[in-house]
């Protein structure tokens, strides 16, 4: 059964910090690509960065600077560094992942793509 299981979301002030993490099991993330959505009350589910299995990084405009992707295949985990935050990054957080192969730049930040997705963890970013 191919898993992702999200943690370390978490109530913050603005400007603070949080480091969630992705933990796949039933499957190696080394030919995978990843990404991380996130759902406000209300809102669509929206891309917030992927990492390419040859690793490269993109982001959405809004936590450009802010948010940085890693990705640990001996691990077999993802991590979401978001420092800087602001109320308006207040949400469900989901890690999501495709197969695409050893060295693919396959990247996107649509929904649609991702076959593998975790539970979610909330984040709360307020005074």
């Known amino acids: 059964q191919l898993q992702l299981v999200e943690s370390g979301g978490g109530l913050v002030q603005p400007g603070g910090s949080l480091r969630l993490s992705c933990v796949a099991s039933?499957?190696?993330?080394?030919?995978?690509?990843i990404a991380w959505f996130r759902q406000a009350p209300g809102k669509e589910r929206e891309g917030v960065t992927c990492?390419?299995?040859?690793?490269?990084?993109y982001y959405t405009d809004s936590v450009k600077g802010r948010f940085t992707i890693f990705r640990d295949n001996t691990e077999n985990t993802a991590t979401l560094q978001m420092d800087s935050l602001r109320p308006e990054d207040t949400a469900a957080y989901y890690c999501?992942?495709?197969?695409?192969?050893?060295?693919?730049?396959?990247?996107?930040?649509?929904?649609?793509?991702?076959?593998?997705w975790g539970q979610g963890t909330q984040v709360t970013v307020s005074s």
């Open positions: 999501a992942a495709v197969e695409t192969g050893y060295n693919s730049g396959f990247w996107s930040l649509s929904s649609r793509f991702y076959d593998v």
């Open positions: 990492m390419t299995n040859d690793d490269r990084r």
């Open positions: 039933g499957f190696s993330l080394d030919t995978y690509a």
